[in-house]
């Protein structure tokens, strides 16, 4: 077999090389030929995607697009990855959340594939304290590592564990978990916040008999849940670290003993590049820290990712697991240690043991039947994500530093500013919901009114007090169950008639943008039959812009005079007698819909 050398391999070389100038050209050509007037110099900038914090996302990303120096994989700035070999070991830590002292559940989550466990402890909010060892009935603690989440309730669900490793033999050197003392993140979800001084104390128990267990979590879903955005969610998870520090670092531990005390667990979202940047910023700021303090090796931070509770909606819950799996491979991509996939029906109660299957699946199926661990740093080197993840660091330590200055994470915390800040971000996000400008699948986009309701045993309910929870899908739930509320209270959903104008080629499309938009409020949308046959008090005139011209406004007067209350357009306004409403692409879909289940009367 002959091997050509290398520069008989060239692929495309006689082709000349096309410039960024001529490229920006060329998409400048074709948008102007969609219509849109622009420049060349401003096609680039057209074509690009806002995201949060001021963010923007290119087209294109080159050579050109540089990012400050990533490191290697296990070396400082750890943004490759707190250890050398990354996850190519067996994969990430697949670690299941339990609420309830289920020891069936545990075992049978530990059997297929789950390597720890993350139990929620707590007498009204989850396991209690005293259910500990029968919720961890069976399980070889020597094997399995155990994640507390114990809120106020910390030291005594450690204390318990502690003894119950004592009890069943196991060595002090073989415990591995963490005992889950967060008191910044109890105050941030409850408005509480506990003492120091014994999580101090169970740091120091730690660093000096157990090796293989920490003791703090440092949890940034708090602020994820209350609305905040990817950077806001880093900078309070940084402000939160470097308080530890101090209060360890105080009680007499080294920084590194510290750093070493510490686990950081943030959420992963369906939107995965932002997610892979997020874990790979927080590794590098967190290595800047460290290194100021004078621990730059100590810098690795181990990190705990979670699938979004804020992505995952009530209805269409099935949608769920496409959300996981996209949120999960991100997390894997962005190098996270450990990672938790929520059960499809975690926004509505205990999830059954189908669901819990799904979840832990949805690991081991790219763990192993996609090989996402067998690279090392998959998403290193790409121009995309290394200046998206340059961008995003640089914007999380903008507001972490804004948190030092206003005294810190407690403060701000109990000032209200880290609360004002996510309220602020929500706010926005929530009127891009609203305006489906972030469609929600099942939801805002393609709801099946139709679909029989999932139903599950409700679950504990979580600490609550401090900042809020919010989900996308919240507005239109609201709707949702108006329109549930009176589907049970009269035998019928709230109606409207979309009354199509002329040939299917013409009306086709707005009148199946007509049926989602309604649908998403509960509306149920009547298209068969004349308006009179429908039942419906409103209707809604879908057709071209050009029919529009034609006939609108006579069939709007015909609609009134058969009766219709309200008659709606699907189109951009225009000046048509009779019409009193217009919908379309980016109008605000929840007043519409509340509004007219108001008129309609429905609660």
């Given at each position: 077999m002959t091997?050509?050398?290398?520069?008989?391999?060239?692929?495309?070389?006689?082709?000349?090389?096309?410039t960024h100038e001529q490229w920006r050209n060329l998409v400048a050509g074709v948008l102007r030929k969609s219509g849109k007037e622009v420049s060349d110099a401003d096609a680039e900038h057209a074509l690009s995607t806002a995201l949060e914090d001021g963010l923007r996302v290119s087209p294109l990303y080159t050579a050109l697009d540089a990012a400050p120096d990533p490191g290697l994989p296990g070396f400082a700035p750890f943004v490759r990855g707190g250890r050398a070999e990354g996850n190519t070991g067996g994969g990430w830590d697949v670690r299941q959340r339990h609420t309830v002292a289920d020891a069936g559940a545990v075992l049978a989550d530990l059997e297929n594939g789950v390597t720890s466990l993350w139990l929620v402890v707590g007498e009204h909010a989850g396991i209690p304290t005293a259910e500990l060892d029968r919720a961890l009935d069976g399980v070889y603690l020597d094997l399995a590592p155990v994640v507390l989440d114990a809120g106020g309730e910390v030291e005594p669900a450690a204390r318990r564990l502690l003894r119950l490793y004592e009890e069943r033999g196991i060595a002090a050197d073989a415990a591995r978990g963490n005992l889950g003392a967060d008191p910044l993140g109890h105050q941030a979800r409850t408005g509480a916040r506990y003492d120091i001084a014994p999580v101090a104390e169970l740091a120091r128990l730690c660093a000096g008999r157990h090796p293989g267990l920490r003791a703090l979590t440092v949890?940034?879903?708090?602020?994820?849940?209350?609305?905040?955005s990817a950077a806001q969610e880093l900078g309070c998870s940084l402000a939160t670290g470097a308080a530890y520090l101090r209060e360890l670092t105080g009680a007499g531990l080294s920084v590194e003993q510290a750093c070493a005390q510490l686990e950081f667990r943030y959420a992963a979202t369906a939107d995965q590049f932002l997610t892979v940047a997020k874990l790979r910023a927080a590794r590098r700021l967190w290595a800047r820290i460290a290194e100021v303090c004078g621990a730059p090796r100590a810098g690795a931070q181990l990190q705990h990712a979670v699938t979004s509770p804020v992505m995952m909606t009530r209805r269409d819950p099935w949608v769920n697991m496409l959300r996981t799996t996209v949120a999960t491979l991100a997390a894997g991509v962005g190098g996270a240690d450990a990672?938790?996939?929520?059960?499809f029906d975690d926004a509505l109660g205990l999830p059954d043991s189908f669901a819990r299957r799904i979840a832990r699946n949805t690991s081991t199926i790219l763990i192993e039947e996609?090989?996402?661990?067998?690279?090392i740093d998959p998403a290193g080197g790409s121009w995309y994500v290394e200046r998206l993840t340059d961008e995003l660091a640089s914007a999380a330590w903008e507001f972490?530093?804004?948190?030092?200055r206003a005294g810190g994470q407690a403060t701000a915390l109990r000032c209200g500013m880290v609360g004002e800040r996510l309220a602020e971000t929500w706010s926005v996000r929530s009127?891009?919901?609203?305006?489906r400008r972030e469609p929600v699948t099942g939801v805002s986009e393609f709801p099946h009114l139709a679909e029989k309701p999932v139903v599950r045993a409700p679950a504990p309910a979580p600490p609550s007090g401090g900042l809020p929870r919010v989900r996308r899908d919240e507005a239109f739930e609201a709707l949702r169950a108006r329109s549930d509320a009176h589907l049970a209270a009269t035998g019928a959903r709230p109606r409207i008639h979309l009354a199509a104008l002329g040939p299917a080629a013409a009306h086709t499309a707005r009148l199946t943008f007509a049926a989602n938009l309604f649908q998403a409020g509960g509306i149920e949308p009547v298209t068969e039959g004349t308006f009179e046959e429908s039942g419906a008090l409103e209707v809604c005139l879908c057709s071209s812009d050009a029919l529009y011209e034609e006939q609108a406004e006579a069939v709007a007067g015909r609609l009134r005079a058969a009766g219709a209350k309200h008659v709606f357009?699907?189109?951009?306004?225009?000046p048509y007698a009779g019409v009193d409403t217009y919908v379309f692409a980016g109008c605000d879909a929840v007043s519409v819909l509340s509004a007219t289940l108001d008129r309609m009367g429905v609660s």
């Open positions: 091997v050509l050398p290398d520069d008989e391999l060239s692929l495309a070389a006689e082709f000349p090389d096309a949890d940034a879903l708090p602020y994820h849940e209350a609305g905040g990672v938790t996939v929520l059960p996609s090989h996402l661990s067998r690279v972490f530093q804004e948190i030092e009127a891009k919901l609203a305006k357009l699907a189109g951009r306004p225009g």
